[in-house]
């Protein structure tokens, strides 16, 4: 039972009865205003939706900088423990985030959003048509046309005071920022291509994972059948599997008592819960929740390399992949890339590789004196030189056959005002941006706002993802398959232009979703 009704704060009927306005605007309304910056001694008030895991940390960190009156999650335990830690004691608490908005939406100025993928989008987006500033975990959103929409938004909002900022903590250090520099003055010459790898998914992946009770059922008969004694009689092995479906109901229920399903399916369609499969961070590796190990780790990745190397609008995409189920992710892939030529550089692809060990090939590295590849890096290839880093984050880079450039740039602040931003303080001098934005007035000094950066880096990230699907079909023994079909993309209308020569069923779904009734997409 959610705190709203424990405390009488708003009855069912009437709960419900606001949901249904939200269509009709009745949030855009209850959340109107002041445009004003905020003042250096007014204390902005703090809402967070999902407080565990990296939701815990992004709540600790905008703590530090605002007065938390709200938390929200759809897991009691996590819910109840994150309230008795210090900065959150006064806090309501809230399973969800709609009732959360209903009755304290007015009252909210900033909002962390660390929930899983599928649940970015329609949260932040109820928030900042409430005129909520929104800090919100990568990758910003599940499917192309949300990113899009969230800039969109954000963009529209701005006058009114909303600031965003995407969870990329690699924004805030100085090394890819001045990383980003040294590439932008054409130290490498024209760009022949960029190469990204990750030791992602560190999570479960791969065809046939759903669980149901009928499934359960059915494999445990089959176990049974195949361990059992010849001469066991159908109905002693009916009974044997009877008590383990029944034990198995039981732990179902328990953990039903703890998780609000419900709430946490949200927007996606309805599936059976399973303990483990889906929560908690075991989402990314399933379609109808996350966006696989690229969602994951390439917004961080190509922080560097999308602003530097002009990333957007790609033309078209095609991966191959150990294949999948549609339903699960697979457990590694390969993805290329195209980009059309620019004022500023020529086409160029880019190449995405996920699984530990699953790299490019080592003649991409000989040639700039690279012999122990790391488990996860960037390489960006110029005519003259390459760009190449070990880190996820860019904290740390060489230039391989040119030297450093003189260039300028604008350093990150440490919010303490002493020493540089590095990968021990990045995490909440990201934050600290997005507080400084809010109190400045000004959208921009978020690096990772949705309009410049977030929104357009998770669309070119998330096109990959339709490439994937496309490409299902696996080699033996879980092996790397053949090349999938090829996605063409129009990004300007957020179109594959090839749909209907594609022989894989639903691509173009993949691009926008569908939100039940209770949720507002457009």
């Not at 590439?183 to 024209?190: A, D, Y």
């Not at 479906?245 to 399916?265: G, I, M, S």
């Not at 004022?343 to 700039?368: Q, T």
Request: net charge neutral; glycine share 10%; aromatic share 10%.
């Amino acid at each position: 039972m959610t705190s709203a009704r424990r405390r009488g704060r708003l009855g069912r009927r009437e709960f419900l009865g606001r949901m249904s306005l939200a269509g009709a605007g009745y949030f855009v309304a209850a959340g109107a205003r002041p445009v004003a910056a905020a003042s250096a001694n007014e204390e902005l008030t703090v809402a967070c939706i999902g407080v565990g895991g990296k939701g815990g940390s992004d709540a600790d960190n905008a703590a530090l900088f605002g007065r938390v009156i709200a938390i929200c999650d759809v897991d009691r335990t996590t819910l109840a423990s994150k309230a008795k830690s210090d900065r959150f004691t006064a806090a309501e608490q809230f399973i969800d985030y709609r009732e959360m908005f209903a009755k304290l939406g007015s009252k909210i100025d900033m909002c962390t959003i660390s929930t899983p993928d599928h649940m970015h989008a329609p949260a932040t987006l109820e928030a900042m048509r409430l005129g909520i500033s929104c800090y919100t975990q990568k990758p910003l959103t599940r499917t192309i046309y949300e990113a899009r929409l969230l800039a969109r938004v954000a963009e529209e909002m701005a006058g009114k005071g909303v600031v965003t900022q995407m969870g990329n903590q690699g924004t805030a250090l100085d090394s890819s920022r001045e990383a980003i520099a040294q590439l932008k003055s054409g130290v490498l010459g024209p760009l022949k291509e960029v190469y990204a790898w990750s030791n992602r998914p560190v999570w479960a992946q791969g065809p046939g994972r759903r669980m149901s009770i009928r499934r359960y059922q059915t494999q445990a008969m089959q176990e049974i059948d195949e361990q059992e004694d010849p001469a066991t009689t159908a109905e002693e092995v009916s009974a044997i599997v009877a008590d383990l479906v029944a034990t198995k109901q039981r732990e179902v229920a328990r953990a039903l008592e703890r998780v609000d399903w419900k709430a946490w399916l949200g927007v996606a369609p309805h599936r059976e819960y399973w303990p483990g499969l889906y929560h908690s961070f075991a989402h990314r590796g399933w379609w109808d929740f996350g966006t696989g190990a690229l969602g994951d780790m390439a917004c961080h990745q190509l922080t560097v390399p999308f602003a530097a190397c002009g990333l957007r609008d790609p033309v078209s995409v095609v991966a191959r992949t150990t294949g999948h189920d549609f339903d699960s992710f697979p457990a590694s892939s390969i993805i290329r890339f195209e980009f059309p030529a620019t004022a500023e550089r020529p086409a160029i692809p880019f190449w995405w590789y996920d699984r530990k060990g699953n790299k490019p090939p080592r003649e991409v590295f000989a040639p700039w004196g690279i012999d122990e590849v790391s488990d996860s890096g960037v390489l960006v290839v110029g005519e003259r030189g390459a760009f190449y880093s070990n880190d996820d984050y860019a904290a740390k880079y060489e230039l391989k056959g040119v030297e450093h450039r003189t260039v300028e740039y604008e350093k990150a602040r440490n919010h303490t005002g002493d020493g540089p931003v590095d990968r021990n303080t990045f995490d909440v001098a990201n934050m600290y941006e997005f507080f400084r934005a809010k109190r400045e007035g000004d959208p921009k000094i978020a690096n990772s706002n949705f309009v410049d950066r977030a929104g357009p880096l998770t669309e070119t990230i998330l096109l990959g993802n339709l490439a994937v699907w496309a490409a299902a079909k696996g080699g033996p023994g879980g092996s790397m398959g053949d090349w999938g079909e090829k996605v063409e993309w129009d990004a300007a209308n957020l179109t594959v232009t090839n749909l209907a020569t594609l022989a894989t069923p639903g691509v173009g779904d993949l691009v926008k979703p569908v939100y039940p009734a209770g949720y507002r997409l457009d």
